[in-house]
């Protein structure tokens, strides 16, 4: 089975400043996506960012940038410009067609 | 995207009973995950579930304790059987649609 590590339990940032999240994946497919999603206190999953595995492009949504090595299964989530209302659990999820796993989370804290 | 409505948001129940937890998508969906998140800690998929077809377990959860129904492309149930303390938890559903995926708002239970 597909696997996704996240390294990090918990992270910290003071606000305004920049922090990268990590998280490593393993497959043996070839078309798959990855995520990273946001979990605030109230559960929702909140989506943060999307990259599909054959762009090579890395993807980017304002604030948020995911730095993707395909050949490495890396795909780590830079949050620039911190904001208070950024604190969450942050997880790493891979998605292929039949199949969507998470990688245990990293508690991210904004310092002000 | 697509929108999962699940219900119940939480309950407390009595050890011995069952718990059904639905499921309701507003698109049509070939592919349902079901989870179980414990507090702080990452999504443990349970099981997928296709429509028309028995739902696939992961390695430690069995049909018995946590049978699931997909009676067809917009809804899924999930039901703890013969529950204990241990089976307290938050059970969230999920699904895909083209390159997204989603979520539900989650369930809590509490086994008394």
């Known amino acids: 089975a597909q696997t996704v590590t996240q390294s990090q339990p918990e992270m910290s940032v003071q606000e305004a400043e920049t922090v990268t999240l990590s998280c490593t994946y393993d497959?043996?497919?070839?078309?798959?996506?990855l995520f990273w999603y946001k979990q605030p206190p109230s559960r929702q999953m909140i989506l943060v960012i999307r990259?599909?595995?054959?762009?090579?492009q890395n993807a980017t949504e304002n604030r948020f940038s995911v730095n993707f090595q395909k050949a490495a299964k890396s795909f780590s989530l830079k949050i620039s410009d911190s904001q208070l209302g950024d604190a969450a659990m942050y997880f790493c999820?891979?998605?292929?067609?039949?199949?969507?796993?998470f990688g245990a989370g990293t508690r991210l804290t904004v310092k002000p | 995207s697509a929108v999962i409505s699940q219900k119940p948001s939480r309950d407390i129940c009595q050890r011995g009973t069952s718990l059904t937890i639905q499921c309701q998508v507003d698109?049509?969906?070939?592919?349902m995950f079901w989870y179980r998140q414990q507090p702080g800690q990452s999504l443990t998929l349970i099981a997928t579930?296709?429509?028309?077809?028995?739902?696939?377990?992961e390695s430690g959860f069995v049909i018995d304790k946590f049978p699931i129904s997909r009676p067809n492309l917009t809804f899924s149930t999930l039901t703890v059987s013969n529950m204990s303390p241990e089976d307290s938890s938050i059970y969230l559903c999920?699904?895909?649609?083209?390159?997204?995926?989603?979520f539900g708002q989650g369930t809590r239970l509490t086994v008394v």
């Open positions: 698109s049509q969906v070939t592919m």
């Open positions: 990259q599909e595995a054959y762009k090579q």
């Open positions: 497959t043996s497919e070839s078309d798959y996506y």
């Open positions: 999820a891979y998605r292929s067609a039949g199949d969507m796993r």
């Open positions: 999920g699904s895909t649609l083209n390159t997204e995926a989603f």
């Open positions: 579930a296709n429509q028309g077809s028995e739902a696939t377990y």
